[in-house]
């Protein structure tokens, strides 16, 4: 089984390796290809990754290339995992929007737009070279915006399917609280990437006991604290929402504290500078400490469990993932893009039923959804106008003033990506 990871040089890529060698048994891999321009950066991480191999005793070749076309070639599947314009762009979309007294984010608001507008358009592309050199591979996107980016890729006619890690992270968070298996765990799930609710937590599988009454009620301040979110929003709608609804639920209080302190992004620049300094290290054969504070975490997990239900081997029969909502949710196209529980197998990933949605929640999904149809149409066309619409129907901005000079905004930070620009 070969498998290519476009954005290989990425400094989560030791995580996703950690994962492949421990899980070897559910996923085994006999070449593994690391795609990535950065030559430099690269090599380091393969380097590791290599040695993390070795001493797990995974027999696997890994393989590092700059070149996308050799690098897919053959592969069963190709998980993509890209950040255009690296760390510096990410920093841009967590700042400018700042000035415009709405939030800052790299994967929601106007800088998840910026993100999108950059992302959308160096995918398919990469998608349009896999399917050349290999039709039959699956496509795992990693890459923010899940949502918008999955739905490009299956509108342009890619097998592919969307990853987050946020639910496997809620899955791992309430087992341990319930003290049981992880695999225990089954989340009625629902909503969009990075818009999501858990309203109901069951034991055993999607008919299973429905035990989040008693979580919220016996770990409900534990829940709320990670979620920097007041206990009062669980316990009034007896639902877990993502931390990303933060955004919404809470946005001029993030606004002022975003204002205080220095961007995630200069953050974890300076982490990543760190951690390739490790992986230079030629005794380092294992992932650092600190990786667990870049983010990412459980993702190699999700990972693994996707490429080997998608690959016909023993992946999990129900996970999360980003696919089509073909009538899941009824007030929703079908061509919408959700995340939700779905059966997984080499046809792809089935939705599972969903409750009705509870208003509340229905109708900001709904929001969203349009403006994400709105933001996949800019990254398609290009064209100031569709990127204020975009702007303008996105919650988090919703003001003519303010999707105004968020426009400006957005298209002089990112012109050196927009070719229409």
């Known amino acids: ?79 993509l995992q890209l950040r255009v314009g690296g760390q510096a762009a990410r920093n841009q979309d967590e700042t400018w929007p700042l000035e415009c007294g709405c939030v800052g984010q790299e994967t929601t608001g106007a ?29 795992i996107d990693f890459t923010n915006p899940v949502g918008i980016v999955t739905r490009a ?32 765990i089954h989340l009625d799930h629902v909503g969009l990437n990075h818009l999501t609710w858990e309203t109901g937590v069951r034991l055993g599988g999607p008919d299973g006991e429905n035990v989040l009454p008693r979580l919220l009620a016996e770990h409900g301040d534990t829940i709320a604290g ?16 993502s931390y990303y609804l ?22 974890v620049a300076a982490m990543e500078k760190e951690l390739l300094e490790m992986y230079g290290d030629p005794a380092l054969d294992e992932k650092p400490a600190l990786l667990g504070k870049r983010g990412g975490a459980f993702y190699s997990e999700a990972a693994v469990d996707l490429a080997a239900s998608l690959l016909g081997g023993g992946g999990s029969p129900y996970q999360v993932v980003n696919t089509y909502n073909n009538g899941t949710l009824p007030f929703l196209p079908d061509d919408a ?18 409750a009705p949605v509870d208003p509340l929640y229905a109708g900001l999904i709904a929001n969203v959804t ?21 702007l303008l129907a996105h919650p988090l901005v919703g003001q003519y003033a303010y999707a105004e000079g968020l426009t400006d905004r957005l298209l002089a930070h990112n012109r050196e990506h927009l070719a229409w620009a």
């Open 1 to 79: 089984m070969k498998l290519a990871v476009v954005g290989g040089g990425s400094t989560y890529t030791p995580e996703l390796i950690d994962g492949f060698a421990r899980l070897r048994d559910t996923l085994p891999i006999t070449e593994l290809v690391l795609v990535d321009p950065a030559a430099e950066r690269l090599e380091l991480v393969g380097g590791l990754a290599r040695r993390i191999f070795a001493k797990q005793g995974h027999t696997g070749k890994i393989v590092t290339t700059s070149d996308l076309d050799a690098g897919v070639e053959g592969a069963d599947a190709v998980l």
């Open 153 to 184: 890729l299956l509108q342009a006619g890619h097998k592919a399917v969307g990853l987050c890690n946020v639910a496997i992270g809620f899955q791992r968070k309430f087992a341990k609280l319930l003290d049981v298996a992880p695999s225990a």
């Open 111 to 139: 800088g998840g737009l910026a993100k999108a507008l950059r992302t959308v358009p160096v995918v398919l592309d990469i998608a349009e070279r896999v399917r050349r050199t290999n039709p039959d591979a699956w496509i």
């Open 226 to 241: 990670d979620l920097h979110l007041p206990r009062l929003v669980m316990d009034r709608f007896g639902v877990v929402p």
């Open 246 to 267: 933060r955004y919404f639920y809470a946005h001029d209080e993030v606004v002022r504290e975003l204002g205080t302190k220095p961007s995630r992004a200069a953050e």
């Open 337 to 354: 893009v959700i995340e939700t529980q779905a059966a997984v197998g080499r046809d792809g990933a089935a939705p599972l039923p969903v």
């Open 370 to 390: 349009a403006y994400e149809d709105l933001a996949l149409e800019a990254a398609l066309r290009g064209g100031r106008d569709r990127v204020f619409k975009a």
